[in-house]
């Protein structure tokens, strides 16, 4: 599974939008590029998935360029319930046996008034 | 559709006694996943079941842990003889049948906060 590099913390305003970048320079072709939430005291929850390109959905965007290497996960105009660790994981597990996820250290977000 | 149950949210276990946690799939998910999350840590990987077997138990420790997903019924965590070092929080996650959604969308439930006294 590749190996995933992301800022260990990030501050915002509310209103804001928040851009979080995630390396990722030995993904493979197969690779998946997934995005989890987690709040505190609460398991992850999924955000969004994505290939190559940009994907959308009514909580984020997330944008890849074309040698993938990298992906951006964009929260638009975020609140104070955005407040959360946000992780990147890079992967494609219908070909890899386990099926584990592999989570590193995540982004923790703050939101500030 | 509820979702991923986990009882009970919060355990406490004195040194040397045993701690069970369970784990209901959401309905129709045939594969479960243990992950732990030490204080101030991320989440780590322990095990991967499907019904009634054990697909990969990598992140397991060798000895007082054990996972089961019987045919009926909820998956179990157990932890035998506990020692401080295991206070963690606890989280299941499970996934659809393969040929559905794409496995690493999991779906993981609330946790069970243990601590070891």
């Known amino acids: 599974l590749a190996k995933t590099t992301q800022p260990i913390s990030m501050d915002s305003y509310e209103g804001q939008e928040v851009n979080i970048t995630c390396s990722h320079n030995n993904i493979a072709t197969n690779d998946y590029i997934t995005w989890y939430q987690q709040f505190p005291s609460q398991g992850p929850r999924f955000i969004i998935q994505g290939y190559k390109t940009k994907v959308t959905n009514e909580v984020a965007s997330l944008f890849i360029p074309a040698d993938r290497k990298s992906s951006t996960l964009s929260l638009p105009r975020v609140s104070l319930s955005d407040t959360a660790v946000y992780y990147c994981?890079?992967?494609?597990?219908?070909?890899?046996?386990?099926?584990?996820?592999?989570f590193g250290q995540g982004t923790e977000l703050s939101v500030k008034p | 559709n509820a979702g991923v149950m986990q009882n009970p949210r919060h355990l406490v276990r004195r040194r040397g006694q045993e701690a069970r946690l369970r784990c209901s799939p959401m309905k129709g998910h045939s594969h479960v996943y243990w992950y732990r999350q030490l204080p101030e840590e991320g989440l780590k990987f322990m095990v991967y079941?499907?019904?009634?077997?054990?697909?990969?138990e990598s992140g397991m420790p060798k000895e007082r842990f054990s996972a089961e997903f019987p045919k009926e019924g909820p998956s179990i965590l157990r932890i035998q003889q506990v020692v401080r070092g295991d206070s963690a929080a606890y989280f299941c996650?499970?996934?659809?049948?393969?040929?559905?959604?794409?496995?690493?969308?999991?779906?993981f439930g609330p946790g069970t906060r243990l601590t070891v006294l």
């Open positions: 996650a499970s996934s659809p049948p393969f040929g559905t959604e794409r496995t690493d969308t999991q779906y």
């Open positions: 079941l499907q019904k009634e077997n054990i697909i990969d």
């Open positions: 994981l890079v992967g494609d597990l219908i070909y890899n046996q386990g099926g584990k996820l592999i």
